[in-house]
């Protein structure tokens, strides 16, 4: 019997628009030296790991009629040649030109009659660099049966672990009169099933009606109830084309401050993003004295005894954090954002930084995925941005040989929201990965440069001040005590 998608899923499929698809991604920047990563040892490195991922060889089929929701099934026409892809950068192959050619490749939706994702190998940036970039649409990644493909393709070591080969072979496809026959089982053997059936249909024809009327943003935050957020440059109508951009900065910046003035690496990051989105509205010349805070969504992991526990033991919950954009002192930016993550920590359910870095793989992508999830089913709770923060290993990790140097979240955007942020720590750095929409926000690029200057900002006044008790404080996607 198909596995049939969860309504969670099902209501992802039916916000997806051509202004706002839903799909995850991650640019990783890799050094080959001698290991002679090429497109061919991609394929075969992706070959020999998607079988602990099964469900990037499955398509969605839909009920006839819409009795019942759409089905998993193997895809009999799988081709990895279609999903793994090759392209190159012109000289001289600058980051610059990278993130345009990223933005170019999330802008454009996913394919639903075959699996959903795509990995892109560009070559030709400059120093001999080549980079990885990896997208997958938001109902792919549960944590639970399926984690992110990136999580399992990098070793801790240059040497690629031997695995088994995977004889793999699709499961023959339900017939149109089998689809039919198991959608009216299971309405009878499980009634909510007809619920979840009915409410995903609706949702899917209020969809349609609200973008015939060009309007689908205000027609279902009217219909959800969503809590409605004040005017602001990142709460606007979305083009069908996108923006990245993207900073690296120190850990040891981070922890340095962190010492100073305590708390944790996690809430000197987000009062970095804080800073950064104070000084880019400024160069818009914007009211800081109307706009004193921006809302913002920050998925966290906590664990949850009364869920079954995931492949990652942990589950990814809201959390709402007022962003002073209006204060102008850094150091009291800092203390508002320790003070209001504390109690997401005093609740004795946040996940430390450690044990998330320490998870098998590179879970990053995974917990970005998770929390766009996270944000997708917040959107009625109004907010103007999410931004999700996620510690990796401090230890260097290879894909087929090649080093990766750089990794940088590329997070969706969603309906009505021009900007989202993703930040990940790897091997003694933080990069931020900023994704904006590209009529609405032309200047995002600003916004990379105010990271660094808030960061520095911070930076001098820590040099200033004593060290301040230090608390613990919440975190994953942003984790606790870093």
Excluded at 40 to 50: E, M, S
Excluded at 84 to 93: E, H, K, Y
Excluded at 455 to 473: F, K, M, N, V, Y
Aim: aromatic content about 6%; charged content about 20%.
């Amino acid at each position: 019997m198909a596995e049939r998608l969860r309504p969670r899923d099902l209501a992802l499929l039916a916000e997806e628009a051509p202004s706002s698809p839903m799909h995850n991604a991650t640019v990783e920047v890799f050094a080959p030296g001698e290991s002679g990563f090429d497109y061919q040892a991609l394929v075969d490195l992706i070959g020999d790991r998607i079988a602990f991922v099964p469900r990037y060889r499955q398509r969605i089929v839909t009920v006839p009629g819409r009795l019942a929701n759409p089905v998993w099934v193997d895809d009999p026409d799988f081709d990895l040649a279609y999903h793994v892809r090759r392209s190159a950068l012109p000289r001289p192959g600058s980051h610059d030109q990278l993130r345009d050619l990223v933005a170019r490749i999330i802008s454009r939706p996913l394919d639903r009659h075959r699996p959903l994702w795509e990995v892109y190998l560009v070559e030709g940036l400059e120093g001999g660099r080549m980079a990885l970039l990896a997208k997958s649409h938001q109902i792919l990644v549960d944590g639970v049966e399926t984690v992110d493909l990136g999580q399992v393709l990098l070793d801790t070591t240059a040497e690629p672990k031997s695995l088994i080969h995977d004889d793999w072979a699709p499961r023959r496809q339900p017939s149109t009169t089998a689809l039919v026959m198991e959608a009216l089982s299971d309405s009878a053997s499980q009634p909510v099933t007809v619920l979840q059936t009915l409410q995903g249909n609706l949702d899917s024809a209020l969809r349609a009606v609200g973008d015939a009327a060009h309007s689908a943003g205000s027609t279902l935050n009217a219909l959800a109830n969503r809590r409605p957020t004040t005017d602001s440059p990142l709460t606007r109508p979305l083009s069908q084309q996108r923006r990245f951009v993207s900073a690296r900065t120190d850990l040891a910046t981070y922890r340095a401050i962190r010492d100073a003035h305590g708390g944790t690496v996690n809430d000197v990051v987000l009062a970095t993003v804080t800073g950064a989105l104070r000084g880019w509205l400024m160069t818009r010349a914007e009211s800081l004295g109307g706009q004193k805070h921006l809302r913002a969504m920050v998925p966290m992991s906590v664990i949850d005894d009364e869920l079954e526990a995931t492949s990652l033991g942990a589950q990814v919950a809201p959390h709402f954090v007022e962003l002073p954009v209006g204060e102008p002192s850094p150091v009291v930016r800092l203390h508002q954002v320790s003070y209001a993550l504390r109690a997401h920590s005093q609740t004795d359910r946040a996940v430390s930084a450690s044990r998330l870095a320490g998870i098998a793989g590179f879970a990053p992508t995974t917990f970005h995925a998770l929390g766009s999830r996270v944000a997708a089913a917040e959107q009625r709770r109004g907010f103007h941005l999410s931004v999700t923060n996620v510690p990796g290993p401090q230890f260097p990790l290879y894909a087929a040989g090649a080093r990766m140097v750089e990794t940088y979240p590329v997070p969706p955007l969603l309906p009505g929201h021009a900007l989202s942020i993703g930040v990940t720590s790897y091997d003694g750095s933080v990069f931020y990965g900023i994704t904006a929409d590209r009529d609405a926000l032309p200047d995002a690029d600003v916004l990379a440069q105010s990271v660094h200057e808030a960061l520095d900002e911070l930076s001098d006044a820590g040099t200033a001040r004593p060290r301040a008790p230090r608390g613990r404080r919440g975190g994953s996607p942003r984790g606790k005590g870093r």
